[in-house]
């Protein structure tokens, strides 16, 4: 299986700041990737996916970039409503598989 | 308006058996790949398996292989996951999950989870 491994796993930060975070694939996995967020108690919600390309009705703020292993989700600039939980997924292959997900938190 | 309701969770011995159902409206379930993802109690995404619309190519993780079943009926618009055997480690709310129909793989809409426990 196709490991993901996000960095940080914990990121503080304040609203208005540029918030980056890391997801890299265990091999090479094209542009088969998508990162969701979730906020405790609920369902993840689908932000992008192919990599960069971003779901429609999510804020233009968020963007996503990377090809191969090494991949990134940028929030440009952090809201209230952005604290969560995010998470890589590849659907290179089966088993699909999520990163470790990566908490922002309030600073 | 896509809602994906889970039912049939709830608390159930080491080795016994539970099936979760998944009711679906607001769109044409039977064109649309469906999975399983679960989430144990504050830990990350774990998807489980996939079913195909049609319901001919199925796909498991290997933690449930031999121990869970997918299925699914489209003419009752319903998901269902038949688990077997069950272990402490299944601990988790179960999702019902919807593919995306542009991009196969991707997660588009959730249902809000049932929850499982597995405990003596």
């Known amino acids: 299986a196709i490991r993901m491994t996000q960095s940080p796993s914990l990121l503080s930060a304040s609203t208005g700041d540029r918030v980056t975070i890391t997801c890299r694939a265990s091999?090479?996995?094209?542009?088969?990737l998508a990162w969701y967020q979730q906020k405790p108690g609920k369902a993840p919600k689908l932000l992008i996916y192919a990599a960069s390309t971003l779901q429609s009705g999510v804020p233009s703020r968020f963007s996503g970039s990377g090809s191969g292993t090494d991949f990134t989700l940028t929030i440009s600039c952090l809201q209230s409503e952005d604290f969560a939980t995010y998470y890589c997924q590849q659907y290179y292959s089966y088993p699909r598989t999520f990163g470790q997900g990566t908490k922002v938190e309030i600073k | 308006e896509v809602q994906l309701v889970e039912s049939g969770g709830g608390l159930v011995q080491p080795g016994g058996s539970l099936r979760l159902s998944c009711a679906a409206s607001g769109f044409t379930f039977s064109s649309y790949e469906m999975n399983w993802v679960r989430q144990a109690p504050g830990k990350g995404l774990e998807w489980v398996s996939y079913?195909?619309?049609?319901?001919?190519?199925?796909y498991y993780a290997d933690s449930v292989k031999g121990r869970f079943t997918i299925s699914r009926d489209n003419a009752k618009n319903s998901l269902y996951l038949q688990m077997n055997s069950l272990r402490a480690e299944d601990t988790a709310v179960y999702y019902c999950?919807?593919?995306?129909?542009?991009?196969?793989?991707?997660?588009?809409?959730w249902g809000q989870g049932t929850l499982v426990t597995v405990s003596s």
């Open positions: 079913i195909s619309s049609s319901g001919s190519t199925i």
């Open positions: 999950a919807r593919d995306f129909s542009m991009v196969r793989g991707v997660i588009d809409y």
């Open positions: 091999q090479g996995i094209s542009s088969y």
